[in-house]
């Protein structure tokens, strides 16, 4: 069965699901793949920096006004694992939600705008042909249909489709990490987001809707050899480092269905926006979930690139000039942040990091630096 659109989607996550959104909203028949049924829980801090609030206005979403009540945050906090701490404002408020519900809000949307969304298909192989139209052969079940569109978009997040060339593995650092995450009831926490720093990672605590808890980490995965297979175990283990921690997760109680990881991750070294075909999200760039602002990143690129596309679907661009200029707009706008993002992470692991709440009761305006260091800017775009 041969499918023509304008643009194909290929990840129904975040990035994947705003850029097809936008495309859409801009006249072009677009088709959103994903190989996974939605919603579903995902492994995600499920933390809205206050830099996302722009991007969600743009696409015409307001989280606070939605059927759950998402949590609240004012700052952050990060424990080490000698019990020393350090307080941050963060620059606005933060929105804790999960990946399943705000998944559910943003397919909605992009349905609304005419997306065909098809998810449990499989992308077997993506060919460019003379003409420079995409074809993409996918199996729907047992049935297998070949796309063919001018424009196709890589949102498939760090683990790409077989048979699709990427520079990922040149272009991610070589440390394997396994992420994982589990909502809990039960735990109490504050409108901040609480890092907690332990042996091989980090675990980040944050309020989500209906008064749960996210509980996300990255660890590395020779931390986590012998801790356990599942993700309750894996997290009570690390915790076990970081005795706060460890007190914060004995005082909750895992929500079922809610436990997900992924390996092995690679964080990346420089940002990948293109190789055969534009990428957004975790697909073109991997950085530090300590950081938090991943979330900001896929929204931020799928404005990019959907600004980009639109203009090479209308003629205005060449098929060159799609490319140089996406690949130049996003290099320019994430190259630095991840230098920066980078730095931080090896400060964060340091052996030097228990006198980091020294440092910042010294020079006040330290750890708020530290926080703005790793953020966007606003665009003007929501004006």
Not at 191 to 206: A, K, T, W
Request: with cysteine; charged share 25%; hydrophobic share 40%.
């Amino acid at each position: 069965m041969l499918k023509q659109v304008d643009a194909i989607v290929i990840g129904a996550g975040i990035a994947g699901s705003s850029t097809a959104m936008q495309l859409a909203r801009q006249g072009h028949r677009t088709v959103l793949l994903d190989r996974q049924e939605f919603p579903r829980h995902k492994t995600c801090g499920e933390f809205m920096s206050p830099e996302t609030k722009e991007m969600l206005e743009v696409l015409g979403i307001n989280l606070l006004g939605s059927r759950v009540k998402p949590g609240i945050m004012n700052k952050a906090r990060i424990i080490l694992p000698h019990g020393g701490e350090i307080e941050a404002p963060l620059p606005g408020h933060a929105v804790g939600i999960s990946r399943y519900e705000l998944d559910r809000i943003l397919h909605q949307k992009a349905q609304n705008a005419g997306v065909e969304i098809v998810t449990k298909t499989r992308v077997k192989g993506i060919r460019k042909l003379d003409n420079q139209v995409y074809e993409v052969d996918t199996k729907e079940g047992d049935r297998e249909v070949i796309y063919q569109a001018r424009a196709v978009i890589g949102a498939f997040g760090t683990k790409k489709p077989r048979g699709i060339a990427t520079a990922s593995e040149e272009t991610r650092d070589e440390t394997v990490y396994i992420g994982i995450k589990s909502h809990f009831s039960g735990i109490d926490v504050p409108d901040q987001v609480e890092l907690y720093f332990c042996n091989g990672g980090y675990i980040g605590i944050s309020p989500i809707e209906e008064g749960k808890t996210n509980v996300a980490a990255l660890l590395t995965l020779d931390a986590v050899q012998g801790s356990g297979k599942s993700v309750d175990e894996i997290l009570r283990s690390a915790a076990q480092s970081n005795s706060t921690a460890a007190e914060r997760l004995a005082a909750g109680t895992p929500v079922p269905g809610t436990q997900v990881s992924i390996a092995p991750l690679r964080l990346s070294d420089v940002p990948e926006p293109w190789s055969e075909f534009p990428h957004v999200g975790d697909a073109m760039l991997m950085i530090p979930p300590l950081c938090g602002d991943g979330m900001s990143i896929a929204l931020r690129s799928s404005l990019l690139c959907a600004g980009w596309t639109d203009k090479y679907l209308k003629g205005i661009l060449s098929y060159d000039q799609w490319q140089r200029g996406y690949t130049d707009a996003a290099n320019a706008e994430f190259t630095r942040l991840l230098k920066r993002a980078r730095r931080i992470q090896k400060l964060a692991f340091a052996k030097t990091n228990r006198l980091y709440p020294g440092l910042a009761r010294i020079f006040p305006g330290l750890a708020k630096y530290v926080v703005k260091a790793t953020r966007l800017s606003e665009t003007g775009m929501a004006r």
